[in-house]
């Protein structure tokens, strides 16, 4: 079965760090695109960053440029965002997606929730 | 780079819904769509404008002309009750935006 597993949420006060971990299964991990989106509380979907599996390629919304980090690790199947100096509007539930194309996200995680708060 | 569709959609069961998306690079870049229900991950119901995954029903299909496309559901039931968000990439294809989402009510 394939299956995307986030990890590494939580509450983080304003200005702190976080990593988060996505772990996939079922599939094999090359050749693919990783994503994280996230959902704020109430709101919408919005990309935050992506990465070839190859690690070639990375892009990033502007608003998360310079503070967020997406890696991954092809050994062990997973994908990796580091997250430092948070602000609140950072709050949301974060998603894993994989995709054939840079811009597809064929499969999704559960998510992990991200609480940025004093 | 932005993505427009209605807020809401409101169908009676058995009969079609029709959720709209414009945006300026969608005659050059593929249009995506997804079903997200009330505490769930969302779920690819079309991609590249048109094509439908497996698993999904057939009743789901996709549409484009110039700046819009479309998500038609024939046939609407009750568990298609959802919010439905498009996706596309802008002129550089190296960001990538969500529209605001149309919650598809079922009366």
């Known amino acids: 079965e394939v299956q995307l597993v986030e990890s590494g949420g939580g509450l983080v006060q304003p200005g702190g760090s976080l990593r988060l971990s996505c772990a996939a299964s079922?599939?094999?991990?090359?050749?693919?695109?990783m994503s994280w989106v996230r959902q704020a509380p109430g709101k919408g979907l919005a990309w935050v960053a992506n990465i070839k599996q190859d690690g070639s390629e990375k892009y990033y919304v502007d608003s998360v440029k310079g503070r967020f980090t997406i890696s991954g690790d092809n050994a062990k199947n997973s994908v990796f965002l580091q997250m430092n100096s948070l602000r609140a509007e950072d709050t949301a539930v974060y998603y894993c997606t994989m995709g054939m194309e840079a811009g597809s996200f064929d499969m999704w995680g559960q998510g992990t929730m991200v609480t940025v708060s004093s | 780079y932005e993505l427009t569709q209605p807020p809401s959609v409101s169908v009676s069961p058995g009969q079609t819904a029709r959720i709209t998306c414009s945006g300026d690079?969608?005659?050059?870049?593929?249009a995506f769509w997804y079903q997200q229900k009330p505490g769930q991950a969302p779920v690819l119901v079309i991609y590249?404008?048109?094509e439908r995954p497996s698993g999904i029903p057939e009743r789901f299909s996709g549409s484009s002309s110039g700046t819009t496309v479309t998500l038609t559901i024939s046939g609407v039931q009750a568990e298609d009750e959802a919010d439905y968000y498009c996706?596309?990439?802008?002129?550089?294809?190296?960001?990538?935006?969500f529209g605001g989402g149309t919650k598809l009510s079922v009366l």
């Open positions: 690079t969608l005659p050059k870049q593929y």
């Open positions: 590249k404008d048109t």
């Open positions: 996706q596309s990439a802008d002129s550089s294809g190296t960001y990538w935006a």
């Open positions: 079922g599939f094999t991990f090359t050749k693919l695109w």
